[in-house]
């Protein structure tokens, strides 16, 4: 893999921090700004709701920039975003923070994951995912228990601080080593520029500024394909699913388990751990067998699901589950990205804002259909997330018999070529 995709991967786990390390922070919040917990949860529902929107909109909106541009552009955004965060006294500025932070957040990973899969062999894109991906299941593991921590130590603001500081190097480390040129898919793009006129990515994939000139209309037209957006329907439902249940999952540890509080941080570690071992496992067989991991992880998710919110009473088996779980999650979840990429090959720089959109609207939706469900039972969201698992897996057969007798000409949906 090319080395600047890890530098993506950085700028990714300050940004999969920041969304996610509020569920931790908010009672701080609630006590300093003196708004209510409730008022508090809103900073989540509006960074949740800035990436599903900001996702398509920002990446129309530098459509005409460079990769190395919009993602600059992105970052230094996002990064200011939270400076202004970490110093106001007013809720609404907090508030408005999020939000923008949000759309800069939804733009960056649009662009990385265009550029990512545009900079590698056309059968790496599986493994070009997992690299960026990884950097939000680094997030869970290690970002958000740290934000927590320093929450504790010195209060809400230094988490915000923290998230700015990583954010720094990345920004200097993508201005120093993406590759620049005009942007792939705008209407009047030209000849490269910024890489020397190579034309060539890495590993001799063409790089974005070399690709031919895709109109905004024939991008947009992608959305047509039955095979896209059945992609779209089952990552949503499964990143739904993923969300849905990690959001609540402090309740069935202490309420169902009958564990004490101080199991909530490991066990949410376990379950990031469990989540950065399933994209590992997903970049070395999504791209070869991608059938077997997105149709066979849908099954074994389904079944782990219900067996977890049949045995959430016993606490073994929710330490044994969560580190499943959170391994077929993403394993299962990193794969139908990449196979929305495979699918909207025709559109090189709305092929990320669909991906992005997909992954967000599931993690909006899931976990409010989980709040409805835990109202009458803890264990309900591990339920909620069976029954969105399960409508994935009904959908799923549908996904590869399109994919399967398409005749488009284009990049298959599920039969990628095998690397040499």
């Known amino acids: 893999m090319p080395p600047f995709l890890y530098l993506l991967g950085l700028a990714v786990f300050a940004q999969g921090t920041s969304e996610f390390m509020l569920a931790g922070l908010g009672p701080d919040i609630a006590r300093d700004l003196q708004v209510s917990l409730s008022d508090a949860g809103l900073l989540t529902s509006a960074f949740a709701v800035g990436m599903v929107v900001g996702a398509p909109s920002m990446a129309l909106l530098v459509r005409r920039l460079s990769p190395r541009g919009a993602l600059l552009g992105f970052l230094a955004l996002f990064l200011c975003a939270h400076v202004v965060g970490a110093l106001t006294e007013s809720f609404a500025v907090l508030l408005a923070t999020r939000i923008v932070g949000a759309l800069a957040n939804a733009g960056f990973l649009a662009v990385a994951l265009a550029t990512a899969v545009s900079m590698v062999r056309p059968d790496q894109k599986g493994r070009a995912t997992s690299v960026l991906l990884g950097g939000v299941t680094l997030a869970c593991v290690a970002g958000v228990p740290a934000g927590a921590y320093l929450g504790q130590l010195w209060g809400w603001r230094a988490a915000f601080w923290a998230v700015a500081a990583v954010s720094l190097p990345a920004l200097v480390a993508i201005a120093r080593s993406v590759p620049g040129g005009a942007a792939a898919g705008t209407d009047d793009a030209t000849s490269p520029s910024g890489d020397g006129g190579a034309g060539q990515g890495a590993e001799g994939a063409p790089s974005p500024s070399a690709a031919a000139p895709v109109p905004l209309a024939a991008e947009l037209r992608a959305l047509r394909r039955p095979r896209l957006r059945l992609a779209l329907l089952l990552g949503a439902l499964v990143n739904g699913a993923t969300f849905c249940a990690f959001t609540y999952l ?3 540890i202490t309420d169902v388990a009958d564990l004490a509080e101080g199991w909530i941080p490991p066990l949410l570690a376990l379950f990031g751990l469990g989540s950065f071992l399933g994209v590992t496992l997903a970049g070395r067989l999504a791209d070869r067998r991608p059938r077997a991991v997105a149709g066979g992880g849908t099954v074994a998710l389904v079944c782990a699901w219900t ?12 330490i044994a589950l969560v580190l499943l779980l959170g391994t077929l999650s993403f394993g299962v979840g990193a794969t139908l990205i990449s196979r929305i990429l495979y699918a909207a090959d025709g559109a090189p720089t709305l092929s990320g804002a ?15 259909l989980g709040a409805l469900t835990l109202t009458w039972d803890p264990r309900g969201p591990l339920w909620t997330s069976a029954a969105l698992t399960a409508l994935a897996l009904v959908a799923a057969p549908r996904a590869f018999k399109v994919a399967d007798v398409t005749s488009t000409g284009e990049a298959p949906y599920i039969q990628a070529p095998p690397a040499p």
């Open 354 to 368: 669909y991906a992005t959109a997909a992954l967000n609207t599931g993690a909006a939706l899931g976990p409010a």
């Open 250 to 252: 402090a309740p069935v």
């Open 307 to 318: 067996v977890f919110a049949l045995t959430a009473g016993s606490a073994p088996a929710v």
